[in-house]
């Protein structure tokens, strides 16, 4: 049977933005409405099986309503840009879907879904409209169903003429007499003022129309009569801009808007330009490259085995690439299945992974550690990591094919072997998926496809490097190439294989005083609550807190109430209960995120976590960590920080030093923007925060309260990280005006920063992309792009990428000079970690004073400023006492 679904684009991509948290990809671009709109689009594709599917788009703010009433849909609220930048890529979302998709000016999605339905109606065609919006109830017929989302996008309500009946007493068509008498103040419609649904629905259901309602105005009493007649024009009016127009002269035609299903492949894409790696997973998207089909390169490849390693050594001097195979995210507990040597002459020798351990393979375990044997290779971090565990060192690697990629172009997600080939168009080879399968399908294959594959990536090896070596040149990134980024990969891996020793005893003590807090949190929650329940049931906590203590419905699920942090936070003033809940929460997080999951990553031969960087992942040049990530180890709350308690130094009677860079961003921006007044604060050693609460304020040091600097501080954070007026009316819980006048405020007063601003977005729009202080690029395509929402993104990401970009490149930097300075100064000190903008080290008694000293200095001279970088350093015996 034939089915159309139509789609009001606008109005669903609202709902998904405010249902979901605010989700970003690496890029920084905002993501969340897009998953929400994916998941409903992949939800009705399942379930309803369209043959017949459209979108349809609002083409502007300017309608033909508007001739008639300018201040249609004047009260709205200005769309975040946290939404509107969003609206580019569900189109763009919508067409990998091979879902048609529409607008035209002067018309709104509902007329356009309005005209289709009349027309699938007139031909018998099956039609589901989805949306948010109550108006296109008038539009259900014996063949139109409207399914009108809940909160959020996931589930709907299904409105048939019956059911529109059933709940509302009303006919379809009265719908719009509905809105007629009641007004929608979301729209700006006026409707007859006092008159609610209840009161119009006692109108409707009485005389019919809003028409009719007005001529038996005398018939009515009371205050009613009075306003009724009063406001007749204005409930004719708000009838005439309810009702949805459905003659829109639109030339597409039923047939056009056949729908075959999706494209895996292409979809495929776009899940990984969102990063949208859990849909990615869940349905199993081809990668859809093409390369089974177009792999031209063709290698002669020589299966070594026991026999011939002997002789393997003739071969070194001529080996231009080595690629290693690891298998496994963590590189700490992966398996080496093989490696590929390629010579000068185009010829791989492939390696077997167990030939490495054989007493054979002891040259080639030799010219693997030489560091005077030269090596290009593909990961060095991973690969020195995952051989170190084997007992094979890795050394004398003198290029990293994924290093100089990642810098060449940090917006893409990914630079894998099979990626880069297309991009800098070199022969194909296969994607990884194809040759061993994902997921639960992973298989290393038999030896002939796998000594192939990996002799095709070593092949790729050698011709990538001289052509990523001559854009490295040509972009003038040499120095951040091969003076920051490719040691500190030597740095990491170091700081990794170290690991940092956890006290297991010490850690289990603390996941048993936190679970005697959280019994007791418990204990006086359900006395609160005066009875017991299962506090981790979101359902049975919704029926204590809104049907048994009658607390306010802030929001609904489709499972029931709401009770996820936002809403408690909200519910805090009205009972003691719910601030016991949210410390109930926070703290059985930390048993189970941080002390339990912990324990789970000690190793057991080192006794010690070994956290891995990812240091090709995020355009901002930020490190990230993982297995486990100590980076994210909480510090608000006293429990969070007691955590820390757990890292000790490795060595007895040695210490943990702490190294934290004070407002490294902020210090950063002073200087780039070269702004006076943000300039003053930090030469005279001043609170940054209270400074500009001095400044934005107009008072003077002493007058400067605890809310004036929690503003100040985050519009400070807020304009590093190119925060709207939106954001920080959400984090200061102030309206967007409000925070508009703040913002406004603080650029009147800093000037430069404003300047800077402006001068950077110029400046982008003519190369294309901004650099930090080193070099590092952001490439920018949609600068200039005609969509305004993509433009001003971009427009952003071109303020805040400098500073953050700068802020990172400082530490890395940092931490190469440091471990340069250890060395040469010979101390058994070792740094450990990298958190944010903090160094972690243990350091013997003996070296306390040194490391004292050498650690600021070197920190606070890794790149001269026009104001001084600060660094504060502490140290205890543990973690938590060196903070």
Same mark, same amino acid.
């Given at each position: ?18 249902? $979901?948290?605010? &989700?970003?990809?690496?890029? %920084? /671009?905002?993501?969340?409405? +897009?998953? !929400?709109?994916?998941? #409903? =689009? ?73 005209? $289709?339905?009349? &027309?699938?109606?007139?031909? %018998? /065609?099956?039609?589901?409209? +989805?949306? !948010?919006?109550?108006? #296109? =109830? ?746």
């Amino acid at each position: 049977m034939e089915k159309l679904i139509l789609i009001d684009g606008n109005s669903i991509a609202s709902r998904a933005f405010y249902a $979901l948290p605010l &989700l970003s990809n690496s890029s %920084g /671009l905002h993501t969340n409405a +897009v998953f !929400g709109f994916t998941t #409903m =689009l992949l939800k009705l594709i399942e379930e309803e099986k369209p043959t017949h599917f459209l979108v349809a788009f609002d083409a502007g703010k300017v309608t033909f309503r508007h001739a008639d009433y300018k201040e249609y849909k004047g009260g709205r609220a200005k769309t975040p840009p946290e939404l509107s930048e969003q609206f580019p890529l569900i189109r763009e979302l919508v067409q990998s879907f091979g879902i048609p998709q529409f607008e035209l000016p002067g018309y709104e999605a509902d007329d356009i879904i309005g005209t $289709l339905t009349r &027309l699938a109606d007139e031909k %018998g /065609l099956n039609v589901i409209v +989805v949306s !948010g919006d109550k108006d #296109m =109830l008038q539009l259900a017929s014996e063949r139109v169903t409207i399914a009108l989302t809940r909160k959020g996008v996931s589930e709907v309500d299904r409105y048939t003429p019956e059911a529109i009946s059933e709940k509302y007493g009303l006919v379809p068509k009265q719908i719009i007499d509905l809105k007629g008498l009641m007004g929608d103040a979301s729209d700006n419609i006026p409707g007859i003022p006092g008159v609610g649904e209840k009161t119009a629905l006692k109108l409707l259901h009485q005389y019919g129309t809003v028409e009719e309602v007005l001529s038996k105005a005398d018939e009515i009493t009371g205050k009613m009569q009075e306003k009724i007649k009063e406001h007749a024009a204005d409930a004719r009016m708000s009838k005439e801009l309810a009702t949805i127009f459905r003659e829109v002269p639109m030339e597409m035609k039923l047939d056009e808007l056949h729908f075959a299903g999706f494209d895996g492949p292409t979809l495929g894409a776009m899940f990984r330009k969102l990063e949208f790696k859990s849909l990615l997973e869940k349905m199993d998207l081809s990668s859809g490259d093409g390369a089974d089909e177009a792999l031209q390169a063709t290698v002669e490849i020589e299966i070594v085995s026991t026999q011939t390693l002997g002789i393997l050594a003739n071969e070194f001097p001529d080996v231009e690439a080595v690629h290693i195979e690891i298998v496994g995210e963590n590189p700490h507990v992966s398996d080496v299945i093989g490696l590929a040597l390629l010579t000068s002459k185009g010829k791989s020798l492939f390696v077997p992974a167990e030939l490495l351990d054989t007493p054979e393979a002891g040259a080639l375990r030799d010219w693997l550690a030489d560091e005077h044997a030269s090596k290009t290779v593909y990961d060095m971090h991973r690969t020195e990591v995952a051989l170190h565990w084997k007992g094979i060192p890795l050394r004398g690697v003198t290029f990293d094919v994924l290093i100089a990629a990642y810098l060449l172009d940090p917006t893409e997600s990914t630079h894998t072997l099979n990626e880069l080939a297309g991009r800098y168009n070199l022969s194909p080879i296969s994607a990884d998926e194809n040759v061993f399968g994902k997921g639960a399908k992973f298989k290393v294959p038999e030896i002939g496809p796998l000594s192939e594959h990996l002799s095709r990536k070593a092949d790729l090896l050698a011709k990538l490097k001289p052509v990523l070596k001559g854009e490295l040149e040509k972009n003038e990134m040499n120095p951040l190439y091969y003076e920051l980024e490719f040691p500190l990969a030597r740095v990491l891996a170091s700081m990794e294989k170290q690991g940092i020793r956890v006290n297991a005893d010490g850690l289990r003590q603390l996941g048993g005083d936190l679970g005697k807090s959280i019994e007791k949190l418990a204990e006086g929650i359900y006395k609160g609550a005066g009875m017991e329940f299962n506090l981790n049931s979101p359902k049975q906590l919704g029926d204590i807190l809104f049907d048994k203590l009658g607390l306010p419905v802030i929001k609904k699920t489709k499972t029931g109430y709401s009770t996820d942090a936002e809403v408690l936070e909200k519910l805090a003033p009205y009972h003691e209960v719910v601030s016991s809940i949210l410390n109930y929460r926070q703290l059985a997080k930390l048993q189970s995120t941080y002390v339990e999951g912990l324990l789970k990553e000690i190793r057991g031969e080192t006794g010690k976590v070994h956290t891995y960087y990812q240091q090709t992942i995020a355009a901002t040049g930020r490190l990230s960590s993982q297995f486990p990530n100590l980076q994210n180890i909480p510090i608000r709350l006293e429990e969070g920080r007691k955590i820390r308690k757990v890292f000790v130094p490795d060595e007895p009677g040695w210490s943990v030093l702490a190294a934290d860079y004070s407002q490294i961003e902020l210090r950063v921006l002073a200087h780039i923007s070269g702004d006076e007044n943000l300039k003053e604060a930090f030469l005279n050693d001043m609170d940054v925060h209270t400074k500009t609460a001095m400044d934005v304020f107009g008072v003077s040091e002493t007058e400067v309260d605890s809310n004036m600097r929690r503003q100040a501080k985050a519009v400070n954070f807020g304009i590093v990280y190119g925060i709207s007026d939106y954001g920080l009316s959400q984090n200061l819980n102030i309206t967007r005006k409000e925070a508009g006048q703040f913002i406004e405020q603080y650029f009147s007063v800093f000037k430069g920063v404003r300047n800077y601003m402006d001068d950077i977005v110029k400046q982008a729009r003519t190369n294309g992309y901004v650099t930090t202080l080193l070099q590092r690029r952001r490439y920018l395509p949609e600068i200039n792009a005609s969509n305004f929402n993509l433009r001003s993104f971009a427009e952003r990401t071109a303020m805040n990428s400098p500073i953050q970009g700068s802020a990172a490149d400082i530490i890395k930097l940092a931490m190469v000079q440091i471990a340069g300075r250890m060395k040469r100064e010979k101390v058994r000190s070792r740094m450990l970690l990298q958190v944010h903008d903090e160094l972690v080290f243990e350091v013997p008694e003996d070296e306390l004073d040194l490391m004292k000293r050498l650690v600021p200095e070197v920190m606070e001279s890794a790149l001269a400023l026009d104001v001084p970088l600060k660094v504060d350093v502490s140290y205890g015996e543990n973690w938590y006492e060196a903070k």
